[in-house]
């Protein structure tokens, strides 16, 4: 792929991801094509179908996730890198259940394939973190996953105001802590 494509491509990505993410199923593939710079064409060009855009879309959104998650899994600091990913992965959370929600019920073998990878490495961070004695060991992903999931859909349905959902944050970490 050329280089102007793959910047178009990205460009749209970041849009959808934007668009829909705010919007969900009323967000248009206009207001991506908008947004990204490109025209409609260009956009279809790339995404013969509004599904594939979504896909790309959180496939994207989950490879981004994957990066941060392996940046702090190499971190000095085991338990401030958890604690910086789970802020990240709760502040991002709307986004993601949106675009999932517009997928339906069976997602794509992509996009299962690329939660699995981010939920890996999730699981590698609380373990270096517990590692530490700072964490409690019998907390797993699937309870941190629970809880991640929860304020996200919360949310998602009710925004809250950001300091709000900074104690509420802080309330989970103090759950995890062996304090």
């Known amino acids: 792929m050329r280089q102007d494509a793959r910047q178009n491509r990205e460009r749209i990505l970041a ?14 593939t206009e207001e991506v094509a ?14 013969p179908a509004k599904e594939s855009l979504i896909e790309a879309t959180l496939v994207r959104h989950f490879t981004g996730l994957l990066d ?17 990913l789970i802020r990240d ?6 986004t993601k259940l949106t ?17 699995g990878e981010v939920k ?16 409690r060991r019998d907390v797993g992903v699937e309870e941190l996953y629970l809880l991640i999931r929860g304020l996200s859909q919360t949310t998602t349905v009710s925004p809250v105001p950001p300091p709000i959902l900074d104690r509420a944050i802080d309330v989970i970490l103090a759950g995890f802590a062996t304090r």
Request: glycine share 12%.
């Open 68 to 84: 941060r998650t392996r940046a702090a899994a190499a971190a000095p600091d085991p338990t401030t890198a958890l604690t910086a």
């Open 15 to 28: 849009a959808a991801e934007q668009v829909f993410g705010t919007h969900g199923e009323a967000g248009s």
């Open 34 to 47: 908008r947004l990204a710079g490109v025209g409609i064409a260009t956009v279809f060009r790339h995404f």
């Open 89 to 94: 992965m709760i502040g991002h959370g709307a």
């Open 120 to 135: 890996s490495a999730v699981g590698e961070v609380l373990q270096r973190a517990q590692a530490t004695g700072e964490i």
């Open 99 to 115: 675009l999932a929600s517009m997928l339906g019920e069976a997602p794509p073998p992509t996009v299962v394939a690329a939660a």
